[in-house]
């Protein structure tokens, strides 16, 4: 097989001889590594808001001094370090990887800090971005109160493994208002309990957009059904966000670590009841 990698957990070919690595073991990070709560944002689909949702969540609660880190498991649109305005890579330390620190203290790793260049597309089949997500627990020096794993979009293979490969504690579940939605979130939150792992509750992005002229909010996605959705699925939302020009423009630019955090308070309160 020319691209056999001699490792089956990161190797995209089939054989006869292949032996199926044990992805579902969690395994432990690197001695002298810390990392306190693992977070995962999820999202039904690409495109809602997931990056966001998770950037803001970092970057609120190193605001308030806690050591916090992103694990961009969305190895096939990894969009967080240019958010935070890096373009460079990442760095070895003997077989383990640093994470990259933005300018406010946030760790970083995310497939397009070790790609050549980050135009590059992840051509790569389901285990081996499986592999991936797993070695960015593994083998990053992590030291950090708070980890968010920003995680693949959807409820296939990659989501999957990285479900019951990382250690998560809970979700946050990120959609749009759309009615198409009910159903995707529904299925996000059945794989979360059929994982076993606690939906912390429900951001809804998009929700509006407010007319800066006469400061209606517009529903431009439609009428929310989110109050509806988390009441039968017994979850609380944490926010409805409003397209905000001021938010893409700081991720467009790379100035994320400047966005306010007026939209996601709820939130930051259920992550604080839970240290408590
Ligand atoms: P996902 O991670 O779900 O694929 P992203 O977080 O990358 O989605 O968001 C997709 C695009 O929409 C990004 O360019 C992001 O900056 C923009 N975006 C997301 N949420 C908002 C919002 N509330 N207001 C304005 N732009 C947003």
Redesign the pocket.
């Known amino acids: 097989m020319s691209d056999c990698t001699h490792d089956c957990s990161t190797c995209g070919e089939s054989c006869g001889e292949r032996k199926e690595a044990n992805v579902f073991e969690k395994k432990p990070l690197r001695p002298g590594c810390r990392v306190g709560k693992v977070y995962g944002v999820v999202?039904g689909?690409?495109?809602?808001?997931?990056?966001?949702?998770?950037?803001q969540l970092a970057v609120a609660l190193r605001r308030e001094g806690y050591r916090t880190a992103i694990l961009d498991a969305?190895i096939t649109?990894p969009?967080i370090p240019k958010?935070f305005g890096i373009h460079g890579r990442a760095v070895a330390q003997g077989d383990a990887i640093v994470p990259v620190t933005t300018a406010t203290g946030i760790q970083l790793m995310s497939v397009n800090l070790l790609l050549e260049h980050e135009t590059d597309p992840v051509i790569w089949r389901g285990p081996v971005i499986g592999g991936v997500v797993q070695q960015f627990w593994t083998d990053v020096l992590w030291n950090c109160d708070y980890l968010f794993v920003?995680m693949p979009?959807g409820t296939g293979d990659v989501p999957l493994t990285a479900f019951q490969s990382l250690p998560i504690e809970g979700i946050v579940i990120?959609t749009s208002p759309q009615d198409l939605v009910k159903m995707i979130v529904k299925k996000a939150f059945n794989m979360a309990e059929m994982m076993k792992i606690p939906v912390l509750g429900i951001v809804e992005?998009?929700s509006y957009v407010k007319c800066p002229d006469c400061g209606k909010e517009l529903k431009v996605f439609g009428e929310s059904h989110i109050d509806e959705i988390a009441e039968k699925l017994g979850v609380e939302v944490l926010g409805k966000?409003?397209?905000?020009?001021s938010?893409?423009e700081l991720?467009?630019k790379g100035d994320f670590a400047k966005a306010e955090n007026k939209?996601l308070t709820d939130a930051f309160e259920v992550l604080h009841q839970l240290d408590r």
């Not at 689909?45 to 950037?55: D, E, N, P, Q």
């Not at 966000?241 to 020009?245: G, R, S, V």
Request: charged share 20%.
């Open positions: 999202s689909k690409g495109g809602v808001g997931k990056s966001m949702v998770t950037s969305d649109g969009s958010a920003d979009p990120v992005n998009y966000m409003p397209i905000d020009p938010l893409a991720s467009d939209y």
